[in-house]
């Protein structure tokens, strides 16, 4: 099979400098009209004024233009080919969404215009407020937070009203060791303690092990479903039971939601709280990491306490009401990532309620398939029913010159972006793909060759080598920390 | 033959294959791990497929009422500044490599991402005159909460928080959230005509305080003085915390670093990132370098690659979720990496004189706009002896409410009521008044007011 021999895929790679060594005094990108009003000088104005003025960089409109253009084609992104980065589900990103998210009729809205003017914005939130709620089968949901692990937080903190409410305080968090880093982060920044329980050998939460530190102290109990292995909880309705008879809660991590859409509904076992990634299953582009959004939705024990302000009909209008008398209040000015609603909105109508569930199906599908062809070469540690993703280690390639680590790098060689690696920490060593349902047949099999022929040839030592800047030095970036560029003058 | 969604590249014929290579019959047989019990045999109710032409179809009938359908004419600002923006901005960040790349954590295959990063905290921390910025955060109002929290952690003893009574309203609401269940002590220091009292922070300050948290501009548009509200803050070892929403104010007023801030936030929105009904924008953390390790969110930095060539990755991740978990500095993840970019490409198209031009052009406008808005005899300048940059209060004649509800039925929104925030303030109407506004938008406004109030 062909490879590409740059991994950004682009075929010329320039150099460029940062901005502010190519600055040159007297350029600019931008015109101003004439100022139409008398002149008034910061000198004059404020008692005090700024008196250097900021050394931003001094270039013209296409001089900008190749400076980021340039940039650019040193970035991998799934515009160029597959991105199988497991738990971050890298899916294509339509680009009918972008283009009305971005329309003066969405971008130029302002949070405080006069209600009459904010209608369809309202609608929308609305509308995606009730494909999520349908999505989860729960009875409430807050648009507000701005990313996954925000939703991490602010589920945590109706978790804490809730208690505080029965008048009790509870300060534990039950995490599996199958959780994503943000799970025992938002919990510690909620104010809670951490108890983590070991899954099973088959990879999931068994209820002796739940039951053995299920105590009046346990607030909530946080997983991922399917978890980070890829694999459904098949014990979590029973675990909710046991929960809720404590009147402790279930919160699940919702960040795998791409592999169960249509198929199973966390409300229907009993989940309390559950926050989207809109970035990952409702497939707002990822950006570089961000923007994202991660709303939440909630049952009834948590309706209450849910996040201001709060979306209600009233008269056939939809308004904002700002505040309830249990509501934890806001986490976030205004009313979220309205961008990234939009784009999701746009997303669900394209695939309707049945062309939701086929997402999920094709994305079993395809990491089905790449575990059917990769599992001869590569060690699966926990052998269950896969689901979206799924997650090996390098076991058998131990006793040859080659670790996950070392996988993963030479992979970019061959011009694609590895998987996930050394996670769920619960794996030593960890090997995991996400192909997502985007990528089509050729693609998968494009990464299962190269895998294999970097395992048949364990010796490269030094990689990448096929890139625009090779291996880089972290250690060195950590040891002599350069955060800002260094002016001159 | 059917066919497949347009955004599924698998085909029925490719289906077949791909059971068969899963040794599987159907689909069905790859959902054994879902329990019987919890499986999910309806629809999902969000209606039929559908194509690109109905949904664009749909959102234009939304949005008929919008602003943007209306060619409406607005001075609200309040946290959120209509500023221009140059076309490439948008083009650029449009390019699929920046689009719909991951965070850089394989640093070779993502030097783009990460050089822009660099450049990003250069500015922001030459803007903010500070030693260090991280690479984003969610917005202005989460930067500050997590700057509380940051304070929390330097300050282990002490219980206090001192935040002043000009922060913007929803700030404050977040701050409020996110510090209910940590065992912080928070008051509100009072203002003097407009801007936070030095003397009431004085007499409120003590041993026990954490930090002192002070807007400028701040909510009502004036200018503090904050070197010796620093000072102040300072004096009993309490950390200098500066929120500052309206960044492009940076390019004319003394930057927060050289009046004492150990820590200093903001929001990026300002530069050229489009409103979009309030989000998703850019929140902006910058610190002392010697408070670096305490920082939450993630950091690029300079450094070589194999062949000594300059080179960017994210560095001291150790302080982050993914390597110390319930130790790290903060949760965040995914923050605003594609708004970063986008105020990066704004920042240097606009550059050093521009920047500069553009908050004359905001200053002077504002000017204008008082004097005419006092000549109608109708309004009067609630603080008229403090400084402003683009944003301030008038005491309007009649109810503010009703004054924006006449004036926006005609397609003009005239500032926000402040009875929004504050039932009893009757009267007040915040106004912002950006280089987007012409003369005659200004002349407009003020004959509303002779009009209608
Ligand atoms: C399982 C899991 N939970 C939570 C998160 C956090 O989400 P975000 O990055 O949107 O904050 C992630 C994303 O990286 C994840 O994979």
């Known amino acids: 099979m062909d490879f590409l021999k740059k991994s950004t895929g682009h075929s010329v790679v320039l150099e460029e400098a940062p901005s502010f060594e190519i600055s040159r005094e007297g350029a600019t990108a931008i015109g101003l009209p004439a100022l139409d009003v008398p002149r008034v000088e910061p000198k004059k104005a404020f008692i005090k004024a700024r008196v250097r003025k900021a050394r931003l960089p001094e270039l013209s409109e296409p001089e900008v233009m190749r400076h980021f253009t340039r940039m650019s084609t040193w970035n991998y992104a799934i515009d160029l080919g597959i991105y199988p980065l497991g738990s971050c589900t890298m899916k294509y990103n339509p680009r009918l969404n972008e283009e009305i998210a971005r329309s003066g009729e969405l971008s130029e809205a302002h949070p405080y215009d006069p209600p009459e003017w904010s209608q369809g914005h309202l609608q929308v939130m609305w509308e995606l407020t009730e494909d999520l709620k349908g999505v989860t089968g729960m009875p409430g949901v807050s648009l507000q937070p701005a990313a996954g692990a925000h939703g991490e937080l602010t589920g945590l903190m109706l978790v804490a009203a809730y208690h505080k409410a029965k008048k009790r305080d509870r300060k534990t968090i039950l995490t599996a060791d199958t959780a994503h880093g943000t799970n025992p982060a938002s919990a510690a920044l909620a104010g809670f303690q951490i108890v983590q329980i070991a899954t099973g050998e088959d990879g999931v939460i068994h209820p002796e092990a739940l039951a053995a530190v299920l105590n009046d102290d346990v607030a909530a109990l946080m997983t991922t479903n399917p978890n980070t292995l890829g694999i459904f909880e098949k014990n979590i309705q029973t675990i909710a039971n046991m929960l809720h008879e404590k009147d402790a809660l279930l919160y699940i991590d919702g960040a795998n939601l791409n592999a169960v859409l249509g198929l199973s509904r966390p409300g229907d076992f009993g989940a309390d709280v559950i926050q989207f990634n809109l970035h990952k299953t409702f497939s707002t582009p990822h950006g570089g990491g961000g923007p994202g959004s991660g709303p939440i939705a909630v049952s009834e024990r948590l309706l209450p306490f849910l996040p201001t302000p709060r979306l209600e009909k009233q008269d056939g209008k939809i308004v904002l009401v700002e505040s309830t008398p249990q509501s934890i209040g806001r986490v976030k000015a205004f009313f979220g990532n309205y961008g990234m609603f939009i784009r999701a909105w746009c997303y669900i109508r394209a695939l309707g309620g049945e062309g939701l569930r086929q997402v999920s199906e094709n994305a079993i599908l395809n990491a089905n398939y790449m575990r059917s062809q990769l599992k001869d070469v590569l060690h699966m540690p926990v052998n269950a029913p896969t689901l979206h993703e799924v997650v090996f280690n390098d076991r058998n390639q131990r006793d040859l010159n080659l670790d996950t680590t070392k996988m993963a790098k030479r992979l970019i060689d061959y011009g694609m972006h590895p998987m996930t690696v050394h996670f769920p920490l619960c794996v030593k060593s960890a090997i995991m793909i996400e192909p997502t349902e985007t990528e089509s047949r050729s693609e998968m099999d494009r990464f299962v060759c190269a895998l294999k022929e970097i395992i048949k040839t364990p010796d490269v030592e030094q990689a990448p080598t096929r890139v625009f800047r090779e291996k880089v030095d972290e250690t060195k970036a950590a040891r002599e920390l350069r955060l800002t560029y260094k002016f001159k003058d | ?453």
């Open chain 2, 1 to 453: 033959m059917t066919v497949q969604h347009r955004f599924l590249p698998t085909t029925a014929a490719d289906r077949a294959d791909l059971l068969k290579a899963c040794g599987v019959q159907s689909i069905e047989d790859l959902l054994t791990g879902i329990p019987e019990n919890v499986r999910f045999n309806g629809t999902l109710p969000s209606g039929p497929a559908q194509s690109e032409m109905e949904i664009r179809r749909r959102i234009r009938t939304l949005m008929k009422d919008g602003r943007y359908a209306k060619n409406a004419l607005s001075f609200i600002g309040a946290g959120i500044y209509d500023h221009m923006c140059p076309a490439a901005v948008n083009q650029l960040t449009l390019r699929g490599e920046f689009l719909t790349s991951y965070t850089p954590y394989q640093p070779e295959m993502s030097q783009g991402t990460l050089q822009a990063l660099f450049e990003f905290q250069t500015m922001v921390a030459e803007l903010f005159g500070m030693e260090v910025s991280n690479a984003s955060h969610y917005d202005a109002s989460t930067s500050l909460a997590e700057a509380a929290l940051m304070a929390m952690r330097l300050n282990k003893d002490r219980k206090r928080l001192l935040v002043s009574s000009s922060v913007h309203p929803e700030y404050v609401q977040v701050l409020k959230t996110y510090l209910a269940n940590l065992g912080v002590e928070m008051s509100f220091i009072p203002l003097d005509g407009g801007v936070t009292s030095v003397n009431s922070l004085k007499s409120l300050v003590g041993e026990d305080v954490m930090g002192v948290i002070i807007q400028s501009p701040n909510f009502y548009g004036c200018v503090e003085d904050l070197e010796a509200l620093g000072a102040v803050a300072k004096s009993k070892g309490a950390l200098f915390i500066v929120s500052t929403p309206e960044t492009l104010s940076l390019a004319v007023l003394p930057p927060p670093g050289e009046c004492g801030a150990d820590i200093a936030t903001g929001e990026g929105q300002s530069f050229g990132v489009p409103q979009s009904f309030g989000g998703p924008f850019v929140g902006l953390f910058t610190s002392k370098l010697e408070y670096v390790r305490q920082m939450p969110g993630r950091l690029c930095g300079e450094t070589v690659d194999a062949q000594g060539r300059r080179s960017y990755t994210l560095t001291l991740s150790t302080r982050e979720q993914h390597i110390r978990r319930d130790k790290a500095t903060s949760n965040i993840c995914t923050n605003q990496n594609l708004m970063a970019l986008w105020a990066t490409i704004w920042l240097t198209m606009t550059g050093k004189e521009g920047f500069y031009e553009l908050a004359v052009q905001n200053l002077s406008k504002t000017e204008y706009a008082k004097e005419k808005l006092l000549s109608t005899g109708k309004a009067k300048l609630r603080f008229a002896n403090q400084r402003t940059f683009n944003e301030f209060v008038i005491d309007i004649n009649g109810s503010a409410q009703e004054f924006f509800t006449k004036a926006s039925a005609l397609g003009v929104a005239p500032g926000v009521a402040l009875s929004r925030f504050d039932a009893t303030d009757k009267t007040g109407l915040l106004i912002c008044v950006t280089e987007k506004k012409s003369r005659e938008d200004i002349d407009r406004l003020a004959q509303l007011v002779r009009e209608l109030a």
